[in-house]
């Protein structure tokens, strides 16, 4: 089993930056990648990026490219989230994600076998 836990998330207003944080622990040597989702109410859970643990390769949702960064710290078993230019429309709870050895980086929920329980980003316009 691998436990993850998510810190960082809080109020900000349109136009600036949060950096949340997923640490993982347990079985960590089983995970393939990691990735941030985010559920809006009322919305499905979306994809927001991923990372591969081996090579560090990232993946965004067209939504967040260029405004979040993806990157995570071997040594801690940390994964973070950078947001910067925060928009309202990107207000949700945000879920920290771990997936176990796979073909492919999942990029649906449904490829993901353990998960934070959350934190809420809220962006004032």
Not at 51 to 75: E, P
Not at 82 to 95: R, W
């Amino acid at each position: 089993q691998v436990q993850l836990v998510e810190s960082g998330g809080g109020l900000v207003q349109a136009g600036g930056s949060l950096r949340l944080s997923c640490a993982a622990s347990g079985r960590t040597f089983s995970i393939y990648a990691m990735g941030w989702f985010r559920q809006a109410p009322g919305k499905e859970r979306e994809f927001v990026a991923a990372i591969r643990w081996s090579d560090a390769r990232t993946y965004y949702a067209d939504s967040v490219k260029g405004r979040f960064t993806i990157s995570r710290d071997n040594a801690k078993n940390t994964v973070y989230l950078q947001m910067n230019s925060l928009k309202p429309e990107d207000t949700a709870v945000y879920y920290c994600a771990a997936q176990r050895q796979r073909l492919r980086v999942g990029l649906v929920p449904s490829e993901y076998d353990y998960w934070g329980q959350g934190t809420q980003v809220t962006v004032s316009s």
